[in-house]
């Protein structure tokens, strides 16, 4: 008996020993923890701090039912307040009381007010007072809020036509569209251009933009509502490559006589109206306008009180395209001048303007990009932006597309200094007096950290967050980056390869290609393990290559590399993945009868259409959401690397996956969501009859209901549906 029960406690240590946390090897991570919606995702993310932002010179966060606030200079952080204070402040205001910490904001930029709305109220608290002070009362039938803190009126939608509220909840309805297809106070244009929003306040108020946008020429797309019992037609207007484009004006509201005056923006009626921005003294409003062709972009400038033109003030054309992105910028304290951002040299950097549209000077310059502003100091004398220039200061040399570090630009010396104190990518978060930074770093080897920057001498005031390895208990895969040159000879290519743990060279291991390769688009990066996604490491952990490299076509390596692939989509961007096949083939452990290929979207065409082109070399494919000829695609994107339908006929010809269905020869799954507004469904739907017709058999799954990503707690279910299929025909 006594030898029995020390058989147990040994027995039960050494199971207690196998299974610690610290035996990494037995510990598997599952779908569940590394796909966003699964159960446990939350618990494999490097830790960060919930609604982490400037209050004036105060950063506050909150952790747990704490709102936390503290100034850089603080050598602790204080509660500023409680939800269970938020909620006893609340009732003495006879408002309801919330369940949780809302989402705040900060109204003011030098004012302790947050704002913060639930259960049909926007509710103004200030933290200093501990008081409710404004309390607006919303419907829920209003949406696309937009405050002004000029004047506290809060403008919004409901249905198709714009209103405002007043602080004293006086509702005031500013236009009268009765018909289906005209909107107003939406944004335009399928959101590109850097359009997210259809309201503009001017900078006291006393004024407001918005978007008119008459879609009745536009053909109605079908989307089908299956969620009721018998299913509901609920059609969008989807401009196609080479159809008729909606038309868009801008009108003005001016509160101190309810009046409404349009933009005359003349003809042509189809053209982009973007980058909507008030002049500091509300008398003007600058638009950069683009043609239907977007090889010609015009900086406009209105007057806001009669509509009329007052001025062209410059041009900027490409044989190619032009992408306006950001609105002008004035300077804090010279209304007289303006930043502009421009790709005109080659590489997206900023230029110096007055309003007479003189150029004054190129504010940046050299072989890389700027990737944001962020604002300016109190005095107006340096700007801060973010850019792949080369850590730690030469700008001379060439970017590195990998990282992004936060620089100060001297605008009378165009001195430039780099703010940022570590290596890798950072997002940052100016102080409205531009004194201090919230600076987010991470990198190949930091999870996350967060500090608090005095930007004078980029001295770390504050450590906020240092994040563990969320994954320190688990043995992970390897991860391996380099170049490979381009299809050119010349070109260089980042890439990023995912390995088994404990790989062995002398052994096979079947290979995914993971590919997007289309614009705006970069997946190799300089972040937290190279940017790798939670499905390629547990396809990894599961015995799996995973690949990918960013080929010409993608984004921050300049307009050349990134438009290279100009009317001719699928062509340069096939080439460099197949650089990658080279590559991967000189390996000694890739099975090279076990090549895959997944991708989405964009990816979901080059899935495809690599799956297609060269048969012999991809066994499997999946490929999501799938361009499958460009003529079905929205106007805007489509004509901007396509051109019209009628101006690049072999082009569109030529990239009609359709007329490639006959060459499937491995396993092919097509998925898409059923009401995708972006590639519509008619995309995987046309290449399935053209499958049909040439007697080929692709595999198929629809997500009901779901738009063009699969999200939510559907998307572990969507990242095992794949695995299984690679599990099944590929390993």
Known sequence: MRINCCLLVITSFILNLFFMPGNAQEKQLTLQDLVPGGKNYYRFTPKNLRQLQWCGNSYIYVKGDSLLMASPADKNEQVAFTREKLNGTLETAGLPTTGSMPAFSVPYPDKPVLAFDYKNHRVHYDLKANKIIADYQLDAAWSRFEFCAGNDYLAFTEKNNVYVLSPDNQVSQITHEMEDGIVCGTDVHQREFGINKGLFWSPKGNMLAFYRMDERMVTDYPIVDISTRVAEAKPIKYPMAGMKSHEVTVGVYRLSDNQVVYLKTGLPKEKYLTNVAWSPDEKSIYIAELNRDQNECKLVRYNASTGEKEAELFTERNDRYVEPQVPVCFLPHDPSRFIWESQRDGYNHIYLYDTSGKLVKQLTSGKWVVTGVHGFDEKGQHLYFSATAPYPGNPEADGNPMENYTWQLNLKTNKLACVSSKKGVHRVKVSPSGLYMIDETTSPVIPRDIDIVRMSDRRT???????????????????????????????????????????????????????????????????????VGGWDLFMAQNGYVLFTVDGRGTANRGFEFESVIHRQLGVKEMEDQMKGIEFLKSLPFIDTDRIGVFGWSYGGFMT???????????????????????????????????????????????????????????????????????????????????????????????????????????????????TRYFEEHLK
């Not at 006929?649 to 972006?678: F, M």
């Not at 738009?707 to 279910?717: A, E, L, Y």
């Open 461 to 531: 005031m504050k450590s906020l967050v240092s994040a563990p390895d969320p994954y320190k208990n688990y043995q992970m895969p390897d991860i391996k980056t380099g170049t490979i040159l381009a299809s050119d000879g010349q070109t260089s290519l980042h890439y990023r390869l995912t390995v088994p743990p404990n790989l062995d060279e002398t052994k096979k291991y079947p290979v995914i290609v993971y590919v997007y390769g289309g614009p705006h688009s970069q997946l190799v990066t300089g972040d937290w393990m190279h940017g």
């Open 608 to 722: 495809t259409n690599l799956m297609l082109t060269y048969p012999d070399v991809f066994k499997v494919a999946v490929a999501g959401g799938p361009v499958i000829d460009w003529s079905f695609y929205e106007i805007m994107y489509g004509e901007r690397y396509m051109d019209h339908p009628k101006e690049n006929p072999e082009g569109y010809a030529n990239n009609n996956l359709r007329d490639k269905a006959d060459q499937l020869k491995g396993h092919l799954l097509l998925i898409h969501g059923t009401s995708d507004p972006v590639v519509v469904w008619q995309h995987s739907l046309s290449f399935l009859k053209a499958c049909v017709d040439a007697g080929t058999f692709p595999d198929y799954f629809v997500y009901p209901g779901h738009q063009h990503n699969v999200i939510g707690k559907d998307r572990p279910h969507l990242m095992e549906k794949i």
